[in-house]
Each structure stands twice: as structure tokens, then as C-alpha cells.
């Protein structure tokens, strides 16, 4: 049985051709022309890239600083002890503690959305890894989150640092900004995130790395891009 579209759904959809690939500039007009919410949506950014994540030697991973912020209020937890955990404190984060922090979120409370720590700390935070690892939270030194710059790092989680893995079937996504932004600065932080992740391609990658791109509002339809338009500049 089809699932029926909605009256909303199907007037957004209308004005786009769900078989053109769109320059990335029109593609956001598009999007922000639709984004009708409440609220103010975020604007998402989705790519399917050459790669089969279950080998060791193509999984992607890193972090992109947006140019222009995420628009979304993160909250930083940070495990650090002493001058290090003043430091956290001092550049903003939400969160500071050692086994104290430690006990809190083993039992389940996670009241934040980046966790941060200190090298030193990575033998306590790692007996977290059930609880952090598959919300995507656990520290690593490859997204610099396992740092001794804690002020650096949180200023960049605070300031629109969006990390980024790629899931199973070979798709990495990430919120690149909101609809009331304007366009020209969602066009610079998708970019910015599609060079990010272009620069991180895995030795193991073969053939066409970025095959697909769309973006999308959090209530709005999809709009299919053309690569070539958010790569190289």
C-alpha cells in the first residue's frame, strides 16, 4: 500500500525535477524557498561516496570548522583534571570533570552533544565506550577531541565544528546550517564540509569517490546536486 503525500510535502516537491542534478547555489535557493516550518530548520547536506565502511582502509571520518557557524547551540562535555579542566570552564564548555563525569554518564545521563578529552583521561573515558561510542560521542584524536589545546577544541565544537562519519551503506551527512541563513553562507559551509570530507578519502577508495549529493531541510523535500559544483572552490 503507497503511503499517502501530504498536502504540504507535495507542494514543496512541486518547482523540482527529481532527475536534474542542480548547481549547488540553485539547490539552496530551492530549499530555502520551501523550508515553511515553525521552527527554523536546519539545512541538511547528504553524500554517497565509493566506499564500503566495513573495510578497515575506506572508512571516513573527520571534522570541518563551517565558516559561517552550524546556527545550532552545542553542548561541550569535557574530561580534563586541573589547570586542563579550568581551561574547559574558562573557553565555555558546558560540562568539566574527571570520575565525577565519569559516574554521570555511565548511568545514562548525557546532557550534551560533543565530548572532549585530555589524553591522560582516555583510559577512564574509554570504559565509556557502550554508552559514548553509538551516539557517535566517543572521543578520538583524528576529529580533535582527544587534545591538550581543551580551549581550542571547545571553542571549535562551540563555534559550528560538525564531525563527520560514514555510515554503513556508504553515506555521510552532517547539518551544514539553518534556512534563515543566507544563502551564500549555506553555499560556503557546504562547500566547506564537501572539501572537508573530499580531503579525507580513504587510501582504500577506488573509483568515483563523491558519487551523489542532495540537500534538504529538516521538513522539506530533497533536492539532488551536481558534485562538481560543490568541489574545487
Not at 71 to 98: C, I, L, P, W, Y
Not at 208 to 215: D, E, K, L, N, S
Request: hydrophobic residues 45%; charged residues 25%; glycine residues 12%.
Amino acid at each position: 500500500m503507497a503511503v499517502k503525500e501530504g498536502k504540504r510535502i507535495r507542494a514543496a516537491r512541486e518547482g523540482i525535477d527529481a532527475t536534474k542534478l542542480y548547481a549547488i547555489q540553485d539547490a539552496v535557493k530551492l530549499i530555502k524557498e520551501r523550508a515553511k516550518a515553525k521552527f527554523d530548520e536546519t539545512v541538511e547536506v547528504s553524500m554517497n561516496l565509493g566506499v564500503d565502511p566495513r573495510h578497515a582502509d575506506q572508512m571516513v571520518r573527520g571534522v570541518c570548522n563551517l565558516p559561517n557557524g552550524s546556527g545550532r547551540t552545542v553542548r561541550v562535555a569535557v574530561f580534563a583534571r586541573g589547570a586542563k579542566a579550568d581551561e574547559a570552564k574558562a573557553a565555555g564548555a558546558d560540562v568539566v570533570g574527571a570520575e565525577d563525569l565519569f559516574e554521570i554518564v555511565n548511568g545514562g545521563k548525557i546532557e550534551f552533544d560533543r565530548c572532549i578529552a585530555t589524553p591522560d583521561m582516555m583510559p577512564l573515558v574509554g570504559r565509556l565506550g557502550k554508552v559514548l561510542g553509538p551516539r557517535g560521542m566517543m572521543p578520538n584524536p583524528k576529529v580533535g577531541t582527544v587534545t591538550m589545546d581543551v580551549k581550542g577544541a571547545v571553542e571549535a565544537a562551540k563555534g559550528g565544528a560538525v564531525e563527520f562519519r560514514v555510515e554503513k551503506a556508504g553515506i555521510v551527512h552532517a547539518g551544514i546550517g539553518k534556512a534563515s541563513f543566507d544563502e551564500a553562507k549555506l553555499v560556503e559551509n557546504i562547500k566547506a564540509f564537501a572539501d572537508a570530507v573530499a580531503k579525507a578519502k580513504p587510501t582504500g577508495a577506488k573509483g568515483t569517490y563523491i558519487q551523489r549529493v542532495a540537500v534538504s531541510s529538516t521538513m522539506g523535500p530533497g533536492v539532488k546536486v551536481d558534485p562538481s559544483s560543490v568541489l574545487n572552490g
